[in-house]
């Protein structure tokens, strides 16, 4: 298990150097996908592409702001608010314009596609656009908005995850590595570390930032969701096929298969 408070790291210019903002994973946490928040200003315009260095596939999710989104060269464009993701393959570029009205906050994942097997896949998926359809799972402690499943294309699946208040649920995956970025409510996880022990963490969120929980060595957790609902956007590695539910109980972990 990994934890990071964006709150207690530096501002860093990203691997897309037109953004800046905070890392949330590396590459040592695991290697193949990572995670940042930007911070975009308002009025600025921006491209979202894979990074300086390598060619990846690149997922956005608005936390907040507003702007609109076109592909390179294209035009028609499409409204960005709160909970609208942006899924690119990495010979893919949008350009990205945040409205006056205030700055955006995106949360974003690289993943690394150095032999580019992941090619033409542009998704611009809006909240309005999955709830209430067979993308809207009760995955049994809450709600699962899954912006992109199997069928997509893309290797990684991230979700829109609304978690009941006064809840406690017991979560293992073996079949996958999730990485889950809290923006509201006040959740605190409970896992074994390497020595065996029960440790415990805390979110710390605040309309600037959030808290990260990677699970990267498939740390069987303890999720407790304290006195109201908490809002985190999850990614799974591998992608979800769309329709996997946990089967949560007292005593054991519930997962997902491959």
């Known amino acids: 298990m990994r934890v990071s408070y964006a709150a207690d790291l530096p501002i860093i210019t990203l691997p897309n150097s037109a953004l800046t903002g905070v890392q949330l994973t590396n590459d040592k946490d695991y290697a193949k996908f990572t995670s940042y928040e930007a911070r975009i200003p308002a009025e600025t315009t921006v491209a979202l592409r894979s990074p300086d260095s390598e060619q990846s596939v690149h997922i956005y999710y608005c936390i907040s702001g507003k702007g609109k989104c076109v592909e390179a060269g294209g035009q028609n464009q499409r409204e960005i608010c709160p909970d609208t993701v942006m899924a690119l393959s990495s010979d893919v570029t949008y350009e990205l314009k945040v409205s006056a009205e205030g700055g955006m906050r995106l949360f974003l994942v690289y993943y690394p596609d150095a032999q580019v097997v992941y090619r033409s896949l542009a998704v611009v998926r809006s909240l309005s656009e999955v709830v209430g359809t067979d993308r809207d799972i009760d995955w049994g402690g809450g709600h699962s908005r899954r912006y992109l499943i199997k069928q997509d294309g893309f290797p990684l699946g991230i979700h829109n995850t609304w ?53 990267n060595m498939h740390d069987c957790h303890v999720v407790k969701v304290h006195d109201e609902e908490a809002l985190c956007i999850c990614i799974f590695d591998p992608v979800l096929t769309g329709d996997e539910i946990h089967h949560l109980s007292e005593g054991g972990f519930s997962g997902y298969k491959s």
């Open 163 to 215: 978690v009941y208040p006064k809840t406690c649920s017991r979560m293992c995956y073996m079949n996958h590595i999730e990485g889950a970025y809290y923006i509201a409510g006040k959740v605190t996880y409970e896992w074994q570390d390497t020595s065996g022990d029960w440790v415990h963490a805390t979110t710390k969120t605040d309309s600037a930032n959030g808290t990260n929980y990677l699970m």
